[in-house]
């Protein structure tokens, strides 16, 4: 079956750059049209999306947050990274990878989050 | 960037009653790429409708969505305790890809 789980740490302080692991099974990054994108959300409010990577390794970003977010991955082992640099107390959020099954580019599986801090 | 607004905000009803939420966009969605999730607290979206109106795998009947252009609907018939949670609508028909704000669903 299809999962995800993210990793990373839950406390990073104003200035350093966030390093998010998303790990998953059940299909592969390698697949015609497969997708992953990671998603946030801050504490009691909505999602945003971040960030999409895609099976042919194209790359696209939110757009307010495009110049501090790069998204890799690393198909043979089936883990996709998110970074995030100069984090600001407003970063606060859990953050989570969700998959976009081929063809299709709606979230059909999620993980289960991965919250994170800023603060000093 | 697409705006997506969702109304209401809050919405209180009782068990077996018909929930609808409404999505409204700031311009028209391309090919109805509107998608529906839940979400519980504590726990990550759950997709409900993807297509504004194909229920994903798993999902009860009693989840309908509709609409087209700006305008789409989530409908929830015959509420049970469950159900009880926050609704998000979300355009997948150009990037950047966005969500609304969010419907809370109170069962009474």
């Known amino acids: ?7 990373g740490p839950a406390l990073v302080r104003p200035t350093q750059t966030l390093t998010l692991t998303c790990t998953f099974s059940g299909f592969s990054l390698s697949t015609n049209r497969m997708r992953v994108s990671w998603i946030r959300q801050p504490p009691g409010k909505a999602l945003e999306w971040l960030a999409r990577i895609d099976w042919d390794d194209d790359k696209f970003y939110s757009t307010s947050l495009r110049t501090r977010l790069t998204i890799s991955k690393d198909t043979s082992k089936n ?3 998110l970074t995030m ?10 953050y989570y990878c969700a998959r976009m099954g081929a063809p299709t580019q709606y979230f059909d599986y999620w993980g289960q989050g991965t919250p994170v801090t800023v603060s000093s | 960037e697409i705006v997506l607004t969702q109304s209401p905000g809050t919405l209180s009803l009782s068990l077996g009653e018909r929930a609808t939420l409404s999505c409204r966009a700031s ?8 998608a529906w999730y839940q979400q519980k607290p504590g726990q ?3 997709l409900l409708i993807y297509g504004a109106s194909s229920r994903a795998t798993g999902i009860p009947d009693r989840f ?3 609409g087209s252009g700006r305008n789409f609907i989530l409908t929830i018939s015959r509420l049970e305790p469950e159900d009880s949670a926050v609704y998000y609508c979300q355009q997948y028909g ?10 809370k669903l109170e069962i009474k």
Not at chain 1, 85 to 94: E, F, I, L, S, W
Not at chain 2, 27 to 34: F, K, M, P, T
């Open chain 2, 64 to 66: 309908s969505g509709s």
């Open chain 2, 94 to 103: 150009s990037i950047p890809y966005t969500f609304g704000q969010g419907t």
């Open chain 1, 1 to 7: 079956q299809v999962t995800l789980r993210e990793s």
């Open chain 2, 44 to 46: 990550a979206p759950r």
């Open chain 2, 27 to 34: 311009q028209s969605v391309i090919s109805s790429y509107l």
């Open chain 1, 85 to 94: 640099t100069n984090m600001d107390p407003v970063d606060t959020a859990t």
């Open chain 1, 79 to 81: 883990q996709v990274v």
